[in-house]
C-alpha cells in the first residue's frame, strides 16, 4: 500500500504541477477548465494507450522507440510552451488592460489554449502510463494487495492534487500585474527542463553522441531522487550532473524564448480584426 | 572550429561504432530481481545492457545516476545505452518493485 501511494503521489505531483503552472497562467480565460479538462483527459487515455503498448513501443527504432516517443513528445510540449510565452508577450498588456475593466470579455489567451491543452496532455501521459504499468503490476500479482493498492493510490492521488492545488493558490496570490510576469518566467523554465530532458532520451536512444560528458555533480547537494530534487526536476529541469549537450538545450530554450518574446509586436498588432477594438478604447 | 567540430563528429562516431562492436551485457529480471545485480564495465567506454525482463509485468530500469528510464515489458526485452562513465559506482532500480528489483553498474 505504501509503495502504491509513494509512487502515485510522485507521479501526480510531477503532472499536477505543471497543470497548476498552466492553470494560473490562464487565469482569467474564458473556457480554460474546459481545455485544461481536455488535455487531463486525452493524456489519462493516452496513458492507458503507451501502457498497454509499452512493449511494441519499446520494439520500435532497433528498441529506441520508447526514447524517441518521450523526446518528441517532450520537444511538441517545448514548442506549445513557447508559443504560449510568445504569444502572451504579445498580448499580455492588452489582456491586463481588459482584465481591469469589469464586464469586459477577454478574448486573447484563448487562442493558446490548445497549446496549454497539448502541455498538460504530455504531462498527464508520461507520468500517467508508469503509474498504469505500477498498478497494473501490482494488480496482476492479485489478492491481497490489491486492496491495498486502490487506497494507496487513491491517498497518493489525492495528496499529489492537494500539492497541486497549493502551487496553483499559491500562485494566484501574486498580484494579477506580477502574475503574467512569474508564470511566463515559470513556462520558460518548465521548457527548458523538458528540452533538457529529451536531450537525455535522444541521447540514450543513440541519435546524439556528443557533448555527453558531465559537466558538474551536485548529487552531493541535492539527489535527483530526493523529493527536492523531484520537485526542482519538474519546476526548472534541475539535474545532479548534467552533461554538456543537456546544457546546451537548456540555455538554448531559454534564450530563443527571450528572443521571441522581445521580437513579436506588442499589443497583438497581428490580428487585423483586434485593430477596431483598440479604436473604441 | 569547424575542423573541431568536425573532428568531434568524427570522434563520437568512432566511439559510438566502437560501442556497438561490443556484445551486450545481458542482465535478466525475474520475480522483481535483477541477475546479475552488479554489472562491471569499463569506465570512459560506454555499454550496452540488454535487459531480459522474465516477470509477466513491467518494469522500469530506473538509474539517475545513469541518467536512465526505460521501461520493459514483461516477457520482453530492452536495450539500454549506458554512456562512457566516470569510474565509480551508479546504482539503479527496477521502479515499479523497488523492494527487491536493485542492482548498481561500476565502472572501473
Known sequence: MISALIIVFREVIEAGLIVGIVLAATAGVPHRSRAVTFGVGAGVLGACVVAAFAGELAG????????LFNATILLLAVSMLTWHNVWMASHGREMARELKAAGHKVKTGERTLLALSVVVGVAVLREG??????????????????????????????????????????????????????TSGLITLLAAGMAAQAVIFLQNGGWLEYFTATVWDTSWLIKEDSITGRLLHTLVGYSQAPNGAQLIAYAATILLIVILMRMVPQGGQTRPQSAPKAHNA | MKNLSLFAVVAACALATSSFAQAPIEVRLKNHRFTPNVIKVKANQPSMIMLFNDDDTADEFDSSSLKIEKVVAGHNKGAIRVRALAPGKYPFMGEYHAATAQGMVIAE
Not at chain 1, 520500435?60 to 526514447?67: I, K, M, N, P, Y
Not at chain 1, 503509474?131 to 494488480?139: E, H, M, Q, W
Open chain 1, 60 to 67: 520500435l527504432f532497433q528498441g529506441s522507440g520508447q526514447e
Open chain 1, 129 to 182: 502510463s508508469e503509474v498504469v504499468l505500477f498498478l497494473y503490476g501490482i494488480a496482476a500479482q492479485g489478492g491481497t494487495s490489491a486492496s491495498g493498492m486502490v487506497v494507496g493510490g487513491g491517498l497518493g492521488l489525492l495528496a499529489g492534487a492537494a500539492v497541486s492545488a497549493l502551487m496553483y493558490f499559491g500562485l494566484l496570490t501574486i498580484p494579477a500585474g506580477k502574475l503574467f510576469q512569474v
